[in-house]
């Protein structure tokens, strides 16, 4: 059988004489999770239409462009469609300069079919997107000395579309969610979602797979990692007795998982050889050059249209993090990105755009409560609620106390007039718990630590069971298939590299139950 070597020296078993060992490994083509893949490619892509710089681009050709029926398409595009043999596959991806290990199989030959073919012209539209933000990922990338190729993975994620929303929330370029987002210091609140920030969530995700490849040292496991989790990896691995060949434990991944690897191999290899099926990138009208600005004033996305005559959908094309058409700077500098021509102009009529309509875009600004009515909304209860007395115990934090209770730690601090996070022993704290479960919430007055851990079930209790409190700091005690991964995540705020550093823990594939790890 003959074996074809890549750049980082990993045999690459390509030739058609190996497809018959590789397909054994093969689910059925119709898989659910190979299924799903392709659905959120689709959808994805069809969100994007709404965009300013892509309808522009189209101009009139949305219908075209829409239809994802792959006998209309053929019908419509008189340009041919060629087909190839696996070796003509085989050949191309070996070619192809990386140090990630590719496959070629019939799960990988499908997801080329559907690329080149039924979906040929949402890749000629998304092939137009690279050449706006993959310059941005390739920089990144190419900082911390990682594969450029790993761009590819937002082609998987989310077709390219910095809105793209998952079924399940994942949100943005690298569809990032909310916990993992979080973790990785990305600023999510009403009005502004950096994980639809095209260059800081692409910070996060360089980092975040920066983690992943100190666990496993495989390109190919950090790209399932990043889909499904570090946890079913581990698993999967476990599963199969140790092995961590991706395809020795492509069985015991979770479906989805299982076509991402497959679609993220034929997804480079469509945007190397996209010119040999005869697809043709479309040219995306974004503004050739644009500039970022950092303002301090609360701004409006229609009062910059309307006093610099840009066109709105463009301003939400370009700063795509900002939930609510509102940039909210006043209190802490926020960036603002404009094509050029517009960011002078933005600097000398910045007075005239804060304050064109001021009334009509903020209407409903803050406005301070008296202290005595403030007082009156402190003391309701919810409807259906009881106020019940709890007495606070040593070594009790405002967060676990909000999950004990089920409650919000910002209700906890409304109700209590608490500043910060900063809570004493023996402080008497007013909680307010549905009346039919209050005889149950106070007998927490009364239980151990243990006992509240097991009652409320939540990560921050698993975290203290094992976690002893110390001056700066807790040393958390590793447990029997602890991660690095799993255990910043019980602490928010925390990252695998923090932990790393304040442990001088060179490779965090080796911690071991028992051992103490330091969390700052």
Same mark, same amino acid.
């Given at each position: 059988?003959?074996?074809?070597?890549?750049?980082?020296?990993?045999?690459?078993?390509?030739?058609?004489?190996?497809?018959?060992?590789?397909?054994?490994?093969?689910?059925?083509?119709?898989?659910?999770?190979?299924?799903?893949?392709?659905?959120?490619?689709?959808?994805?892509?069809?969100?994007?239409?709404?965009?300013?710089?892509?309808?522009?681009?189209?101009?009139?050709?949305?219908?075209?462009?829409?239809?994802?029926?792959?006998?209309?398409?053929?019908?419509?595009?008189?340009?041919?469609?060629?087909?190839?043999?696996?070796?003509?596959?085989?050949?191309?991806?070996?070619?192809?300069?990386?140090?990630?290990?590719?496959?070629?199989?019939?799960?990988?030959?499908?997801?080329?079919?559907?690329?080149?073919?039924?979906?040929?012209?949402?890749?000629?539209?998304?092939?137009?997107?690279?050449?706006?933000?993959?310059?941005?990922?390739?920089?990144?990338?190419?900082?911390?000395?990682?594969?450029?190729?790993?761009?590819?993975?937002?082609?998987?994620?989310?077709?390219?579309?910095?809105?793209?929303?998952?079924?399940?929330?994942?949100?943005?370029?690298?569809?990032?969610?909310?916990?993992?987002?979080?973790?990785?210091?990305?600023?999510?609140?009403?009005?502004?979602?950096?994980?639809?920030?095209?260059?800081?969530?692409?910070?996060?995700?360089?980092?975040?797979?920066?983690?992943?490849?100190?666990?496993?040292?495989?390109?190919?496991?950090?790209?399932?990692?990043?889909?499904?989790?570090?946890?079913?990896?581990?698993?999967?691995?476990?599963?199969?007795?140790?092995?961590?060949?991706?395809?020795?434990?492509?069985?015991?991944?979770?479906?989805?998982?299982?076509?991402?690897?497959?679609?993220?191999?034929?997804?480079?290899?469509?945007?190397?050889?996209?010119?040999?099926?005869?697809?043709?990138?479309?040219?995306?009208?974004?503004?050739?050059?644009?500039?970022?600005?950092?303002?301090?004033?609360?701004?409006?996305?229609?009062?910059?249209?309307?006093?610099?005559?840009?066109?709105?959908?463009?301003?939400?094309?370009?700063?795509?993090?900002?939930?609510?058409?509102?940039?909210?700077?006043?209190?802490?500098?926020?960036?603002?990105?404009?094509?050029?021509?517009?960011?002078?102009?933005?600097?000398?009529?910045?007075?005239?755009?804060?304050?064109?309509?001021?009334?009509?875009?903020?209407?409903?600004?803050?406005?301070?409560?008296?202290?005595?009515?403030? $007082?009156?909304?402190?003391?309701?209860?919810?409807?259906?609620?009881?106020?019940?007395? @709890? #007495? !606070? %115990? =040593? *070594? /009790?934090? +405002?967060?676990?106390?909000?999950?004990?209770?089920?409650?919000?730690?910002?209700?906890?601090?409304?109700?209590?007039?608490?500043?910060?996070?900063?809570?004493?022993?023996?402080?008497?704290?007013?909680?307010?718990?549905?009346?039919?479960?209050?005889?149950?919430?106070?007998?927490?007055?009364?239980?151990?630590?243990?006992?509240?851990?097991?009652?409320?079930?939540?990560?921050? $209790?698993?975290?203290?069971?094992?976690?002893?409190?110390?001056?700066?700091?807790?040393? @958390? #005690? !590793? %447990? =029997? *298939? /602890?991660? +690095?991964?799993?255990?910043?995540?019980?602490?928010?705020?925390?990252?695998?590299?923090?932990?790393?550093?304040?442990?001088?823990?060179?490779?965090?594939?080796?911690?071991?139950?028992?051992?103490?790890?330091?969390?700052?």
């Amino acid at each position: 059988m003959k074996k074809l070597l890549i750049s980082c020296g990993v045999m690459l078993c390509l030739s058609v004489g190996s497809l018959q060992a590789a397909n054994d490994h093969n689910p059925p083509l119709k898989e659910k999770g190979v299924l799903n893949i392709e659905k959120n490619f689709s959808d994805n892509l069809d969100s994007i239409y709404k965009s300013w710089a892509i309808k522009q681009s189209l101009a009139g050709e949305d219908t075209y462009y829409n239809d994802a029926d792959s006998m209309i398409i053929a019908a419509q595009d008189s340009v041919f469609i060629p087909t190839f043999p696996d070796s003509v596959y085989i050949d191309r991806l070996s070619r192809i300069e990386t140090p990630i290990s590719l496959t070629y199989n019939k799960i990988v030959r499908n997801f080329i079919h559907s690329y080149t073919n039924r979906h040929r012209k949402k890749v000629e539209l998304m092939l137009g997107l690279s050449d706006y933000y993959f310059p941005m990922v390739e920089e990144i990338l190419d900082k911390k000395g990682m594969p450029l190729e790993l761009k590819y993975l937002p082609v998987i994620e989310s077709a390219l579309n910095p809105r793209a929303v998952s079924r399940v929330g994942a949100t943005g370029l690298w569809q990032f969610m909310y916990g993992t987002g979080r973790m990785y210091k990305l600023n999510i609140s009403s009005y502004v979602d950096e994980r639809r920030d095209p260059i800081k969530s692409s910070y996060a995700a360089v980092e975040f797979m920066e983690d992943l490849y100190e666990m496993y040292g495989d390109w190919i496991l950090v790209i399932a990692a990043y889909n499904c989790g570090p946890g079913n990896v581990r698993k999967a691995i476990k599963r199969a007795g140790g092995k961590r060949n991706y395809w020795d434990i492509y069985h015991y991944l979770p479906r989805e998982t299982r076509g991402y690897v497959p679609a993220f191999i034929a997804a480079m290899y469509t945007f190397n050889y996209y010119k040999e099926h005869n697809i043709s990138p479309v040219k995306i009208d974004f503004s050739a050059v644009t500039d970022t600005l950092m303002i301090n004033k609360k701004v409006h996305f229609r009062q910059i249209s309307s006093v610099l005559g840009v066109s709105l959908q463009e301003i939400r094309d370009l700063n795509p993090q900002y939930r609510r058409d509102v940039i909210p700077a006043q209190y802490k500098e926020r960036s603002l990105r404009l094509p050029l021509q517009y960011t002078v102009q933005y600097i000398e009529k910045e007075d005239s755009i804060v304050n064109y309509k001021k009334n009509v875009y903020f209407s409903n600004e803050f406005t301070q409560v008296s202290p005595k009515s403030r $007082s009156r909304f402190l003391n309701d209860p919810p409807p259906g609620h009881v106020m019940i007395r @709890y #007495t !606070v %115990k =040593k *070594g /009790d934090y +405002l967060g676990y106390i909000s999950e004990w209770f089920n409650v919000r730690t910002s209700s906890l601090r409304s109700w209590n007039r608490i500043r910060g996070s900063m809570i004493r022993e023996g402080q008497k704290l007013r909680i307010y718990v549905p009346k039919r479960k209050a005889s149950y919430y106070k007998k927490f007055n009364t239980m151990t630590m243990a006992q509240k851990q097991r009652a409320s079930n939540s990560k921050s $209790s698993i975290a203290m069971a094992n976690t002893k409190t110390v001056k700066g700091g807790v040393y @958390y #005690t !590793v %447990k =029997k *298939g /602890d991660t +690095l991964w799993e255990i910043a995540q019980l602490y928010p705020g925390v990252s695998i590299a923090s932990i790393q550093r304040i442990n001088k823990l060179g490779n965090g594939r080796n911690i071991k139950p028992g051992q103490r790890i330091r969390i700052k």
